[in-house]
């Protein structure tokens, strides 16, 4: 069970509120990289620091230490967080100098891009168009091949697409509007006949079987007009899909294991 957090307790309070004000301020989310500040600003209080001044390289080595990154990457981002917020303080004149020795990692995991060709993707789409349907995921089938659809033939992000509704899509014309994407911007991605076909007839088929869509209405939601999670986008598509596509993994390219379907 997760304890209840109250807020920034640390000595590091006052500077990690006035940095995230301050991204946030410059249009960034900043919610990934809050998480951590949070991480650190417990860490502080369970091991009793108490004055500024106490936040020393040890410490931060320690707090590091405890928060194990299996992948380079991972743990660079988090160190990153830091150099960042530090190197901030240190602007601000909040401390003189940078606490933050700790280097980052040498990345050894990058992973090979693999790019579909259009056989695999109609392998795909027929894939996913064959899901059978469940109490709790009803057009299962349509829905996730309408969500891949958009993936490949648009370029859309998983997040994206979650976070679609129906007023988001323009048949006036033929235009997607993605809102909250990076730094809170919003942007429109124009599709063409072979989209928009499969767009009207998923729409069509929604409608028909749970009524008329509100424009607030998330565009794939399963139930309780809540919008499908990014995660299950991605675990559909990992755990479901891939392993029942014909392609050869070439080397630097992890494959992930599927698990039991229920």
Do not use: C
């Not at 004055?51 to 080595?61: G, Q, R």
């Not at 992948?71 to 660079?76: E, G, L, M, P």
């Not at 009803?138 to 648009?154: E, K």
């Not at 007839?201 to 079987?209: A, H, L, S, V, W």
Request: charged share 25%; net charge positive.
């Amino acid at each position: 069970m997760k304890s209840k957090w109250f807020g920034f307790e640390s000595p590091l309070a006052n500077g990690i509120r006035a940095f995230i004000t301050y991204k946030r301020s410059l249009g960034r989310k900043y919610l990934t990289e809050e998480k951590n500040l949070r991480l650190l600003d417990r860490y502080l209080v369970e091991n009793k620091i108490t004055h500024i001044n106490d936040v020393t390289p040890d410490i931060l080595d320690s707090f590091l230490a405890s928060r194990p990154r299996k992948r380079s990457r991972s743990y660079n981002d988090l160190v990153g967080i830091l150099k960042r917020f530090f190197r901030w303080l240190v602007v601000q004149e909040i401390i003189k100098s940078s606490p933050l020795k700790a280097l980052r990692k040498r990345v050894t995991d990058n992973q090979i891009p693999y790019i579909f060709d259009t056989k695999q993707v109609h392998q795909l789409s027929d894939i996913a168009s064959r899901f059978v349907d469940s109490s709790s995921a009803p057009m299962r089938g349509a829905t996730y091949q309408m969500i891949f659809a958009l993936l490949y033939g648009l370029g859309l992000r998983v997040g994206e697409v979650s976070r679609l509704q129906r007023k988001d899509i323009d048949f006036n014309r033929d235009l997607l509007i993605i809102r909250n994407t990076k730094f809170s911007k919003s942007r429109l991605v124009p599709f063409g006949p072979r989209m928009s076909a499969p767009l009207h007839n998923y729409i069509q088929q929604r409608e028909k079987r749970f009524g008329k869509f509100e424009p607030e209405n998330p565009l794939f939601s399963f139930r309780n007009n809540r919008a499908i999670r990014p995660a299950t986008i991605s675990q559909a598509f990992h755990y479901f899909i891939l392993p029942m596509l014909d392609i050869n993994v070439p080397p630097g390219v992890r494959r992930r294991k599927s698990p039991q379907m229920a």
